[in-house]
Nanobody, 114 residues
Framework: QVQLVESGGGLVQAGGSLRLSCVAS????????MGWYRQAPGKQRELVAT???????NYVDSVKGRFTISRDNTKNTLYLQMNSLKPEDTAVYLC????????WGQGTQVTVST
């Protein structure tokens, strides 16, 4: 059974940083194109960053230059380093495949205050 467990969120002031983690189990993580998503209250879920099995990355324009996605295939773990956080980054952050086909985890709440 596939399980995705996100952690690392919290409350941070604008300009601050957080590092999110997502531990995957029950899947061939190392060969899977993964992504970080976020969902703010009243808004659609948004794919913000992706990383291929080979490490190629892509970002939505709103986070380019501030967020960095990475992975450690030996630990079945996906990371999202978030710097220069803005209030508009406030959301629940979740990981999944690039196409979002797996069972969603609980996510981790990120709240950025002014």
């Amino acid at each position: 059974q596939v399980q995705l467990v996100e952690s690392g969120g919290g409350l941070v002031q604008a300009g601050g940083s957080l590092r999110l983690s997502c531990v995957a189990s029950g899947m061939f993580f190392g060969i899977t194109f993964m992504g970080w998503y976020r969902q703010a209250p009243g808004k659609q879920r948004e794919l913000v960053a992706t990383i291929s099995s080979g490490g190629s990355t892509n970002y939505v324009d709103s986070v380019k230059g501030r967020f960095t996605i990475s992975r450690d295939n030996t630990k079945n773990t996906l990371y999202l380093q978030m710097n220069s956080l803005k209030p508009e980054d406030t959301a629940v952050y979740l990981c999944n495949t690039r196409t979002g086909v797996l069972q969603w985890g609980q996510g981790t709440q990120v709240t950025v205050s002014t």
